[in-house]
């Protein structure tokens, strides 16, 4: 989604917000812009493009400012849709939607107000201005009790010497260090705050003189408390790597042994051994993108582990499903960023429908865990690559752990075993892997099909998934025994299968599936676990990438080769891995 920042009570207040932009330009990379409040007024750089598109704006100066990177939802990437928006004195950046835009829009050109873009954003500086009397509080008050949707602002106003922060359903946390701050999320407040709040839905900030002053939407004063900004939120740059995807690659091992002494000294596993007494009757585990497949992979073994019926739902499609009563339903919602707007909402409709959530996030302040009963850190650090790589895997083992520990009796220890194990596994295949030619063999392919059977199939998904997001090439991922049931009518010469083995009671049927992609003139590559290598199966597959078995965790082990797969093949193409077109890290818009 889109990034916002805002600074107050500092010297060059540009310079701090360009980094800051920085930072925060996994959010959104189609536009970003510069507001600065000078003596000589509001001061206002945006453009097009990347954050350093306006890196001119650092030399604006300024004791207050706000910042924003966009992920375009209304109006294309244009210097006219750039936030900043200003208009009467205010200067405006917005992360969210105003559902209610076009209506207000209507209201506000109607008594003359001219609009220079086609965003929703652009009706808050507008209704600002309108309500503002001499008062900003009033002003920001007014203006936010007629918005619908969800908004995190930034304000900047010319005759207030700092800046104005709301939120409601978007992120926003204040920090307070060498001045004030706010900002999207804790890496982009990282070497500016020591102590940071986390506002709730209907708070507003105000960055003065005097520090912060905090109320609600009806205009009473609220407190927040302040604390020290945790030392994981904070963003490492990247450490020597070309690129952040190989860095959080590399940081797997250590994703996955946080996760696991996490879920320990936060008691998850009590907390666990409690529900599992009040019984449950079914399992639901719920997220969108990489995080979909990290509830996948869990749901295949936790069928068999739990005794319940265990199933995994994309939360854009859950949340619009009508459901009967789930109470007795343990609700497990999966996301790294804990904004999701879908999945948020689903865990929402499925509390309201009297499940009890779990929500398994990386971010702890995210709006994910106020809605869940049970919050399962993942601790893969702060993931800046859009990619998701260490907190699938740190998702993968969170969601494993959970389910032993539902489970109870040996099975707790046994996974806490395990996953030591699959992290060590994990080092070896990433200083291992032959990734390399199979990534080659990608780049020059017209189409990667990846298949898997069983567990393996949510790694064939993920598989695919990740070489789509950065490198651009078309694909599928497929159960290996659907293949042949339709999509081997795609098979070619130019075409390239991926087939993940790490089940040996399936090796033999994903084998068969392969033989069937060579039979028809396709290539074929392999990712296949120890002792899952089957007669020929090397001479048949042009690539064959060995990696070590994890009985409990296949897929946690299988996403290293698949995830440098498509890391090399972006390098090799030329595309940008950490900033692939389109997307955005965290989508906070449905
Ligand atoms: C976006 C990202 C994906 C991510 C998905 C879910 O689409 O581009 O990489 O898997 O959101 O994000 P979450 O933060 O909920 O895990």
Redesign the pocket.
């Given at each position: 989604m889109c990034g916002i920042i805002a600074c107050a009570g500092v010297r060059r207040a540009s310079e701090i917000l360009y980094k800051g932009l920085c930072d925060l330009e996994y959010r959104g990379y189609d536009s970003a812009g510069i507001s600065v409040r000078r003596e000589d007024g509001i001061v206002t750089v945006k453009r097009a493009g990347r954050v350093s598109a306006i890196e001119c704006a650092r030399r604006l100066g300024g004791d207050a400012g706000i910042g924003h990177t966009r992920w375009a939802t209304h109006g294309a990437p244009t210097d006219a849709n750039a936030h900043p928006h200003n208009f009467g004195g205010f200067s405006v950046v917005h992360n969210g939607i105003i559902e209610n835009y076009a209506q207000l829009k209507a209201e506000l050109a109607a008594r003359g107000d001219e609009f220079l873009s086609q965003t929703d954003s652009e009706v808050v500086a507008h209704l600002l201005a309108k309500y503002y009397r001499g008062d900003l509080k009033e002003a920001v008050i007014r203006t936010v009790r007629r918005l619908k949707g969800a908004f995190a602002l930034c304000i900047l106003h010319e005759e207030f010497g700092g800046f104005a922060a709301v939120k409601y359903r978007s992120p926003v946390i204040a920090g307070y260090g060498s001045g004030c701050f706010a900002a999207s999320d804790m890496p982009a407040l990282s070497g500016l705050a020591d102590r940071v709040a986390v506002l709730k839905d209907g708070q507003i900030a105000f960055a003065g003189e005097n520090g912060f002053t905090f109320c609600d939407f009806d205009g009473n004063a609220v407190s927040l408390t302040f604390s020290p900004l945790p030392p994981q939120l904070r963003s490492g740059g990247k450490a020597g790597f070309p690129h952040y995807m190989i860095k959080e690659i590399n940081e797997i091992p250590a994703a996955i042994r946080q996760t696991a002494a996490a879920f320990e000294a936060e008691g998850c596993a009590r907390a666990f051994a409690k529900l599992r007494r009040k019984k449950f009757s079914q399992v639901i585990v719920c997220?969108?993108?990489?995080?979909y497949h990290a509830a996948l992979a869990a749901a295949y073994g936790g069928e068999e582990l739990l005794g319940v019926p265990v199933r995994a739902e994309t939360a854009g499609e859950y949340r619009y499903r009508r459901r009967r009563k789930l109470s007795g339903t343990l609700f497990v919602a999966?996301?790294?960023?804990?904004?999701?707007a879908d999945?948020v909402e689903a865990a929402r409709a499925a509390k309201a429908a009297g499940a009890r959530v779990i929500a398994v996030t990386n971010v702890p302040y995210s709006a994910l865990t106020s809605v869940a009963d049970v919050v399962v850190p993942v601790r893969a650090g702060a993931e800046i690559c859009?990619?998701?790589t260490k907190?699938y895997c740190g998702q993968c083992a969170a969601l494993g752990l959970t389910f032993c520990a539902l489970a109870g009796g040996r099975h707790y220890g046994r996974a806490k075993r395990a996953l030591a194990e699959a992290a060590a596994m994990c080092a070896d295949a990433i200083s291992g892997c032959a990734a390399e030619d199979a990534a080659r063999a990608c780049a020059s392919a017209s189409a990667v099909y990846f298949i898997g059977r069983g567990a393996d199939y949510p790694s064939a998904l993920e598989g695919s998934l990740k070489l789509k997001?950065v490198s651009y090439i078309p694909g599928e991922g497929y159960p290996a025994g659907e293949l042949k049931h339709g999509p081997i009518a795609l098979i070619d010469g130019g075409t390239l299968t991926v087939a993940v083995i790490t089940d040996p009671a399936l090796a033999e049927k994903t084998a068969s599936a392969v033989e069937q992609v060579c039979a028809r003139g396709g290539r074929a590559a392999v990712v296949c676990a120890e002792g899952c290598e089957t007669a020929g199966l090397r001479g048949r597959a042009e690539y064959f990438i060995a990696i070590p078995r994890s009985e409990l965790f296949p897929a946690i082990v299988a996403a290293v080769p698949l995830q440098l797969i498509a890391y090399r093949t972006a390098v090799i193409l030329g595309r940008d891995p950490d900033k692939p077109r389109n997307?955005?890290?965290?989508?906070t818009v449905e």
């Open positions: 997220g969108c993108g990489t995080a999966v996301s790294q960023s804990g904004e999701t999945t859009v990619a998701a907190s997001e997307l955005a890290k965290s989508v």
